[in-house]
């Protein structure tokens, strides 16, 4: 049992890889921790190749792996475990194996509905669990000595005991060399190739939608400045990459750290565009140091805002006020900085009314970009208890962001997805007009790339949904 295939399902919502064909950083990590422990190891990204079931299937036929690996988040879940069906179908001797959020909190589920199929879950962080669970499983040991594994015996779920979280990032093995390269571009600047790349793991906050604060358990881990810039000059002179989007959930939490990251990054002047999320709460720290986020590359930051009233703020557990949302946002335009934020509709007490209220506030906010984000509530999130009777639709594919999954009790279904594309169309109107007197020249053709590509490749776009009124020129959100 030598050859391990791990496969990204191909799930598409019209969202992130509207404007980013990213690589799937997790299995950059595992690839190189299987490889270094002695497995033949192939990343085979389906999603980013946009390969279907049969091509999947031919592809594992030709490859002949003895272990099938795939990921899923809540929405994709339903498409990973299709792939490991095909893995089964192809040949019953393959072991197959998932990771990821939703199976680290829902592998009994997954166990017991795919019983047959689904072999192995990986729970927690995978790269020195899988190499163990395989290596075990080549000598015919006892996995239940594997911690961090869970897998179905005897119509039982047995699950390990959780394996530690790793406590030096900078010793990970990342195998960069393995990906496809030609797969992945940043579109708002046609032909640049994109790497998505960690600096840190984890968040101490504590919304109560979130899966990641609840799969880190609140802990947070940093690797050093050195070891962070020093990937980033390899990317860049090895592989050709010039724009980096941090898979970071607080990238910005050390202002030591990450001023000392800014710094290294404006003197090596690397030509590299830096994409990332962090706190409003960051953003006003940092107010004094804006101009070296310039320097340094940073050209676009997502805003975690999420709400406009701070009642609903109080409710998703965020530690800020609107007012310093609002303070964020114009300082990071001040700077010269690419804005985006959401703003979460659809809980049981929408209506029409406060969904337009959203809107306006968004409006105020005036992001460069914004996302109006249907609540999707994930069965292990926090929220879940105050939502789970307002739920009607129990296809987990649908759980992105985009569909309809909790009904408002004052509102329809179809209200309510109309509500949502309004928001797009009204928003997108008045940035339109914003873009056109737009005076930074780098900002303004950042704008209208990406608006162009939301008219064309969003899942707005798949519904039916018409912007030529709305942007004009042909022009998209990134």
């Known amino acids: 049992m030598k050859k391990v295939m791990l496969i990204t399902p191909p799930f598409h919502t019209g969202v992130v890889e509207t404007a980013c064909r990213c690589p ?33 299937a031919a592809h594992i036929e030709r490859g002949k792996p003895d272990v099938v690996a795939s990921t899923a988040y809540t929405a994709s879940v339903n498409s990973a475990m299709e792939v490991l069906k095909i893995a089964k179908d192809v040949s019953a001797d393959i072991i197959t194996v998932i990771g990821g959020i939703h199976a680290n909190f829902c592998y009994q589920e997954l166990l017991h509905n795919y019983a047959g199929i689904l072999d192995f879950v990986i729970r927690g962080e995978g790269e020195e669990t899988f190499p163990e669970l395989l290596n075990c499983l080549q000598a015919n040991g006892n996995v239940e000595k594997v911690k961090g594994v869970a897998f179905l015996k005897d119509g039982r779920v047995i699950s390990t005991p959780a394996r530690p979280f790793i406590k030096d990032l900078d010793r990970l093995i990342p195998a960069w060399d393995l990906l496809d390269w030609e797969d992945y571009s940043f579109e708002v600047f046609p032909g640049t190739r994109l790497a998505l790349v960690n600096s840190s793991r984890g968040c101490l906050n504590a919304c109560s939608f979130c899966s990641q604060q609840k799969f880190w358990q609140r802990t947070y881990r940093e690797r050093s400045a050195e070891s962070f810039v020093d990937e980033l000059q390899m990317l860049k002179e090895r592989f050709g990459v010039e724009a980096v989007m941090l898979s970071d959930e607080y990238p910005s939490k050390n202002r030591q750290r990450w001023e000392t990251v800014l710094d290294m990054l404006i003197e090596r002047d690397l030509g590299i565009y830096l994409m990332f999320e962090t706190c409003v709460e960051d953003i006003l720290r940092d107010a004094d140091i804006l101009e070296k986020y310039r320097k340094a590359g940073v050209i676009h930051i997502y805003v975690g805002v999420e709400a406009t009233s701070n009642e609903r703020l109080a409710q998703f557990k965020k530690n800020i006020k609107c007012e ?6 114009d300082l990071l335009n001040q700077a010269g900085i690419i804005t985006e934020c959401s703003f979460v509709i659809g809980m049981p007490d929408e ?59 004052r509102m329809t279904v179809e209200q309510l997805v109309k509500e949502l594309h309004n928001c797009y169309k009204v928003y997108y109107q008045g940035k339109m007009r914003e873009v056109v007197h737009c005076t930074d ?25 018409d912007l030529s009124g709305v942007v004009g020129h042909g022009f998209r959100v990134g």
Request: cysteine-free; proline content about 5%; aromatic content about 16%.
């Open 324 to 329: 310093q949302s609002k303070q964020a946002l």
């Open 441 to 465: 020249d780098f900002k303004k053709q950042y704008m209208l790339q990406s608006i162009k590509l939301l008219e064309e490749n969003s899942f707005l776009t798949k519904r039916g949904i």
């Open 351 to 409: 209506t029409p009314e406060t969904i337009s209220e959203t809107l306006q506030l968004a409006q105020h906010y005036n992001p460069d970009f914004a996302h109006f984000l249907l609540i999707a509530p994930w069965p292990y999130a926090d929220l879940y208890s105050q939502l789970k009777e307002y739920i009607f639709e129990y296809d987990y594919s649908k759980y992105s962001f985009v569909d309809p999954v909790i009904k408002p009790r």
């Open 24 to 56: 799937h950083l997790g299995f950059v990590y595992l690839a190189g921790h299987l490889r270094q422990a002695g497995f033949d190891v192939e990343i085979y990204d389906a999603m980013m190749k946009d390969h279907d079931m049969t091509q999947i």
